[in-house]
C-alpha cells in the first residue's frame, strides 16, 4: 500500500507591517483636524521665533478671549453645519443676552435665575429660527439674517443704545496684610486686592473661566456629534435629508433642536464676555464680526458647509488658530489697517490646504 504524503501545512499569513514614517504623516493629515493642527503649529512657532513675549503666562491669558468665546460660538455652529444648515444671527444672539440679564436683574431677581432666563430667551430664538427654517421651508441663510438685523435692532431698542454694566461683575477692593522681606527683615505691609464675586469667577470673571467652559463645551458636543444617536441623526440629515426621513429619522425635530442649542451657546457666550468685560455696549458691528469670526473657525477646522462632515474639536482648533494670528499679529505691532487683510488671506490659505487634504482624504478611504 502506497505512503500517504502528509497534509499541506497551511500558508503562512503575511505579517502586518508597521507603517513607516511618511504613511504615519500622510495617515495624520488626512485626519479631519490634521491639516489646520499642522497650520496651527506653524503660526505658533512662527510667532514664537518672531516675538519674545509670545511664549509668556502673560501673553497666554491675553489670548484666551481671542479664541475660547469663539470655540463655544462655533461648536453651537458645528451642530447646525453638520445638518446641513448655518445660523447667521448668533452675533445678535451674543449680544442680545447679555441685556435680557440685565434687565431681568433690574426688576429684582438674583444673578442666577437672570442667567436661566437670558438663555431661555436665546432659547425661544433658535426655536423660531428653527421652526422658520424646517415648518415654513424658509432658507436658514435667510432665516437667520433677518433674525441677525431684527434682534441686533431689538437690543438696541431695549438698551437705548446706552452700555450697561453687567450686574454681578463688580470688582471689590480690599485690604490684606503681605509680609516682605527687606535687607532680610520680614516687614508685613497692607496691600489692595481686587477681586470679583462667585458669580462672576465662574462666568467669565474668572482668569480661565472661558477656557475652561470653552473645553467643557467643545468636548460635550464632540461626544454628542460621534456618540449619541442625535448625533448620528444630525450627520445623516446633513449627508441626505430625504433619504433621513425615509428612514424613519424625525429632520425637522432634529435640525430644530440644533437651532436652539446654537442660539443657547451664542447666548451664554454673550454673558461670559459680559462679565469679563463687566459691561456690554450694543454694538452691532461687533456683533456680526463675532459672528464671521466664530463661522471661519468651525470651517477652517473641517465642518462642511454643504453639511454631513464636521468636528467640534476641529473648530477648537480652527478658533485656537484665528487667536494665535490675532495675538501674534498685535505683538508685531501691525497697523490695525492690515489685520483684517492678513487675517483673511491666512483664512483663505488654510481653507485651500483643508480642501486639499479632503480630496487626499477621501481617494485613500480615510474616514
Known sequence: MAATA???????????????????????????????????????????????????????????????????????????????????????????????????????LSLVPC?????????????INGVLTEVFGVSSFITTLGMLLALGGLTLIISHAQPVAMPGADITTHTVNVTHVVNGVKVTLPEKVNEVGTFAKIFGGGTYSELIWALIIVLGVQVVLRLTRWGMYTVAVGGNKHGAAEAGINVRLTVIRNFIMCSIFAGFVGILEATRATSVTPDTAGASETMFRAVSAAVIGGTLLAGGEGTAIGALIGAIFLGVLRDGLTLEGVNADYLDFILGVAILFAMVINVYVARVRKGSGVG
Open 6 to 108: 502528509p497534509p499541506a501545512s497551511p500558508p503562512a499569513e503575511p505579517r502586518a507591517t508597521r507603517p513607516g514614517a511618511g504613511e504615519m504623516l500622510r495617515r495624520f493629515l488626512t485626519l479631519r483636524e490634521g491639516s489646520i493642527i499642522v497650520v496651527t503649529l506653524l503660526a505658533i512657532v512662527y510667532f514664537a521665533l518672531r516675538t519674545d513675549n509670545f511664549f509668556t503666562h502673560a501673553n497666554f491669558v491675553t489670548l484666551l478671549p481671542y479664541f475660547a468665546p469663539f470655540a463655544i460660538l462655533a461648536a453651537g455652529e458645528v451642530m447646525l453645519m453638520v445638518a446641513g444648515e448655518i445660523d447667521l444671527s448668533i452675533g445678535s444672539v451674543y449680544l442680545f443676552a447679555p441685556f435680557m440679564f440685565y434687565e431681568f436683574n433690574q426688576a429684582g
Open 115 to 127: 442667567l436661566i432666563l437670558a438663555l431661555a430667551c436665546c432659547m425661544v430664538v433658535g426655536l
